[in-house]
């Protein structure tokens, strides 16, 4: 999917979720957020296991970049989250709630 596409699905009011088929969490060993699936792992930067833990299929994505920003303020992170939600889309890591 191009990244014309992926921008026309996900916008600021946008819900997201992640599938079923992903749990994020803590892993002591990594020392890091991980998003686990039935074939593997992916193990998160910090600021991607941020993001992640944010995305739970009831908060839209301005909702969830002002979350970001009042933790860690004095930083614009709009366009760094909205880089790292069309990636983690892209890859299937999160969908719009709507979908199926």
Do not use: C
Not at 52 to 76: C, H, M, N, T, Y
């Amino acid at each position: 999917m191009s990244n014309m596409a992926e921008r026309a699905v996900l916008n600021a009011d946008s819900v997201i979720e992640i599938p079923r088929h992903f749990r994020l969490q803590w892993e002591p060993a990594q020392q890091a957020h991980v998003l686990l699936y039935p074939e593997g792992m992916v193990k998160l930067s910090g600021s991607a296991g941020e993001i992640l833990k944010r995305v739970d299929g009831v908060s839209s994505i301005d909702s969830i970049v002002k979350s970001l920003e009042q933790a860690f303020p004095g930083a614009d992170l709009r366009a760094d989250v909205l880089s790292f939600l069309e990636t983690a889309y892209g890859q299937g890591w999160i969908r719009p709630k709507h979908a199926a």
